[in-house]
Every structure is written in structure tokens, then in C-alpha cells.
């Protein structure tokens, strides 16, 4: 017995059922790429209910059809006007998160040094022909990786 001849007067509900599986571990994947098979399969669902005698290959070759291209322009349509992965800038990098803030200078040789800000110590750069003393109040301006670049604070 073919699989193609078993979907052939079976029930819309299958489908549906087949939809909502996809879509429960679409929730627990969080990939957002089988809530467009799930789509597919809920439509195959309805055109299944509008004629009951649709043939078992007709049902796959729909679902095929329909999975690519709702696939394809969901992409599309999330691409364009999703937030595209945005969200808060800088949420995981703590180094960031610190532009604004001001610290105190533990260390100083140059142009390069330590702060402390918020109990931690960081590596600090200043900008050329600025210094600082130990203990001074600094302000932060900017940060690349894990050096962070400091102004002074009466600046």
C-alpha cells in the first residue's frame, strides 16, 4: 500500500493535526523556520475540507509547493520589515554598556592605564596629550573590547 493512496480520503483534521505539531516544536526550536511548513499544512487542511476527494499526491504536491514558497516569502517579508535580529544594541557587551559612566583612575603610564568603575577594573586609553593622576575621576567615551577609552572628567 503507497503513503499516496493512504492521504487519499482522509480526514482535514490530519492536517491540521500535522499543523499544530509543527507548530509546537516551531515553540520549542525557536528556529522560526517550520512555522512556514506549518502554514502549508494548515492550508493543505482547509483546500482538503473545500474537496474531500483531493487525491494523496495532489495533498503532498500542494503542501511541497505551498511550504517553499511560504518559506521563501516569510524570509523575505521578515527580512524587510522584521526587526532583523536588532533588539538593544550592545545588550551582551558589558564593555558598552559602561560609554557614559565614570570611573577612577587606579594606574596611569602614558597614555595607557587602569580605572576602576563599579568595582572592577578595566584597561583605559586616554587621548594623546591627556593625563590623569591615580584617583582622579575619569569619564567614559567609547569602548573597544575590553579597553575602554577615557576622557577626564573636567573635559
Request: aromatic share 10%; proline share 3%.
Amino acid at each position: 500500500m503507497d503513503i499516496l493512496q493512504i492521504l487519499h480520503g482522509i480526514s482535514p483534521w490530519w492536517w491540521v493535526a500535522f499543523a499544530l505539531a509543527l507548530g509546537a516544536i516551531e515553540m520549542a526550536t525557536m528556529s522560526f523556520f517550520l512555522i512556514w511548513p506549518a502554514l502549508a499544512a494548515l492550508f493543505v487542511g482547509a483546500f482538503l475540507a473545500v474537496a474531500p476527494d483531493m487525491a494523496g499526491t495532489s495533498q503532498v504536491v500542494i503542501f511541497a509547493g505551498l511550504g517553499i514558497l511560504f518559506t521563501f516569502s516569510g524570509r523575505y517579508v521578515m527580512g524587510r520589515y522584521g526587526d532583523g535580529g536588532g533588539g538593544l544594541p550592545g545588550l551582551n557587551d558589558r564593555a558598552k554598556q559602561l560609554v557614559g559612566r565614570h570611573g577612577t583612575v587606579l594606574e596611569i603610564d602614558g597614555t595607557e592605564g587602569a580605572i576602576e568603575v563599579e568595582g572592577i577594573r578595566w584597561r583605559a586609553l586616554w587621548p594623546k596629550g591627556q593625563t590623569a593622576n591615580a584617583g582622579d575621576k575619569v569619564r567614559i567615551t567609547g569602548a573597544n573590547g575590553m579597553t575602554l577609552d577615557v576622557t577626564s572628567q573636567d573635559d
